[in-house]
């Protein structure tokens, strides 16, 4: 037995229990992992609560993604004691998910954990920052380089746009950070200075405040934020409604 958040369905209502679980209920699978981690990812929130259709198959265990070590491995390429990350794959939609301390799951969706990385940081990281760092790679893909301009980066304060502010400053862009909640501003240059900490001599740019989610309405520089190098924390939105914050760093990539 193991414990496990199942979600059962009853009439049109959503029911979340934290029960053990028997392993003969566990789904299909060729390889059984022991979590360590998982996230809770907005699809995971609207799951458990049942507000949105994200469940497709009923009883579900939720948990979009997990990290954790390999029990019982029927795959060759797989051993007992392996650490492996899992994440997406219809992981607590169409099959059991991470909030759990057991997974049966299909050994063809496993990837190795490298190193350097606890199960932990791994899904600090989570499918939110794994969706983050393939944006950021599609641009690169694209063309951009450091240097070219600003890079705008909505819903800065989410999940997926926080990690998106940090790893965008980490490869050394000036990023502009749009986000509808001023009193997440300082997080947002927080991310960006940290991000950049290692650039010592690269170029300043200010932050900005901006009344639309396009970063329009660029404001006066000042220098009232902190002096870390590759970066300087701008004024703050005058008023309410989007605003934004930028920051540059030129640290080399993956290192945010
Ligand atoms: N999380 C994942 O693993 C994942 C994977 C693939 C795709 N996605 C997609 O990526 C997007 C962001 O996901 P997320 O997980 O980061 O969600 P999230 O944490 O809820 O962040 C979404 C952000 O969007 C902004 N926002 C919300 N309502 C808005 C509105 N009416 N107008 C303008 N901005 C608004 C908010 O930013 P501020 O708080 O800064 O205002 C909010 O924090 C979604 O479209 C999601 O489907 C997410």
Known sequence: MFNAIVLTQEGKATKAELRPVDEKELPSGDVDVAVEYSTINYKDAL???GRGAIVKKW???????????IETS???????????????????ETTWGGLSQKARLDSRWLLALPEAYSARQAMAVGTAG???????????????????????V???AGG???????????MG?????????????????????????TARASPRRSACGASSTACSARRARTSAG?????????????????????GRGSAPAGSS
Do not use: Q
């Open 47 to 49: 799951a458990i609560t």
């Open 59 to 69: 009883p579900m265990v939720p948990g979009i993604d997990l990290a954790g070590r």
């Open 74 to 92: 029927g795959s060759p390429d797989w051993k007992a004691g392996d650490r492996v990350v899992v994440t997406g794959w219809g992981l607590g």
């Open 130 to 152: 794994f969706t983050a760092a393939l944006c950021a790679r599609a641009l690169e893909r694209h063309g951009l380089e450091p240097g070219d301009g600003e890079v705008l």
């Open 154 to 156: 909505t819903g800065a």
């Open 160 to 170: 997926v746009g926080s990690i998106a502010v940090a790893i965008l400053a980490g």
């Open 173 to 197: 862009h000036t990023v502009v950070a749009s986000t509808g909640r001023p009193t997440e501003i300082e997080y947002l240059e927080g991310l960006g200075r940290r991000a950049s900490s």
């Open 226 to 246: 902190p002096s870390t190098p590759g970066w300087r924390g701008g004024s703050r939105p005058a008023r309410s409604g989007r605003a934004s914050s930028a």
